[in-house]
């Protein structure tokens, strides 16, 4: 029984983190900032903290977005539909998602950001919390274990805490059109979660049964989360990395940190 429960498990939040697409935007060549959004100087002394209170301040924003730098609205963040198949022999299944929200990313909170510019090459690392974080959506999936067909369907909700994040952009400046740009080579991102609470119904047809499953992830959940992380990551970096390369060619970096 714990086996099959844990394979179980393992699938449902392997498929819970490796939502596949992210929201497609269209980014517009972006000509001047907003007054309102803050700036930083290339010389000034203080540079990490003038970046670290710039992500701060734009943060709260990400609720409505800002449509004139092509940050579309992220809280909540709907991450639209997204499929997984697993296939390891045993264990071979599907599972697709559906209307998954994200809640919480703008009570974001930055704490510390290391800035370095050398040769043209960008070296960044950004160390921020979010304090709490809601996930929700719809799932249904078709397994089987050996001889057993599972075909569980229903809601799901995750509550997580002190959601921290240490992020390594490394990139480097070209020019364009008079301006200079930012092209990231690199984005290394490290989740870590303080603490996780999942819900979910239709597990398995009995709601006892489903109790006692959830009281199984609920307690393994940091070994299951370990266990999937890599290959989260290896899933989520390619496509953050896209989506913040195609933010930062449609927005000059010169206007964000400005010549001296
Ligand atoms: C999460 O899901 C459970 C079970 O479906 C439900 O009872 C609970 O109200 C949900 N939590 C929130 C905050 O919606
Ligand atoms: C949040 O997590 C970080 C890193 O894991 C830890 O240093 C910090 O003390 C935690 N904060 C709270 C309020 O639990």
């Not at 029984?1 to 939040?13: D, G």
């Not at 710039?54 to 809280?75: A, F, V």
């Not at 929700?136 to 509550?159: H, M, R, S």
């Amino acid at each position: 029984m714990s086996r099959l429960l844990c394979a179980f498990v393992l699938l449902l939040i392997s498929a819970a983190c490796l939502a596949q697409e992210l929201p497609t935007v269209n980014f517009k060549p972006v000509r001047e900032l907003p007054a309102d959004i803050p700036t930083c100087r290339e010389g000034d002394l203080n540079i990490n903290e003038c970046i670290r209170q710039g992500l701060q301040q734009i943060t709260p924003r990400m609720k409505y977005g800002i449509s004139e730098l092509n940050i579309p609205p992220l809280d909540p963040f709907e991450m639209g539909k997204s499929s997984y198949n697993y296939n390891s022999g045993l264990l071979q299944g599907r599972i697709a998602m559906k209307n998954v929200v994200v809640h919480g990313l703008s009570e974001g909170i930055v704490d510390k950001v290391n800035f370095r510019l050398k040769n043209r090459q960008v070296r960044m690392e950004i160390l921020s919390h979010v304090p709490q974080m809601f996930v929700e959506g719809a799932y249904k999936a078709d397994i089987k274990l050996n001889d057993l067909k599972l075909n569980p369907k229903g809601t799901f909700n995750v509550t997580m805490t002190n959601v921290t994040m240490r992020a390594r952009p490394i990139g480097e400046l070209y020019d364009n059109d008079g301006h200079t740009y930012l092209r990231l080579n690199k984005l290394e991102t490290e989740p870590k979660i303080g603490d996780l609470r999942f819900y979910a119904n239709g597990l398995v047809p009995d709601p006892a049964l489903n109790d006692v499953i959830l009281d199984f992830i609920n307690q393994y959940w940091r070994q299951l989360y370990e266990s999937m992380l890599p290959e989260t990551l290896a899933t989520w970096q390619p496509l953050i990395l896209k989506s913040s390369n195609d933010f930062f060619a449609a927005l000059p970096f010169d206007m964000l940190l400005t010549k001296n």
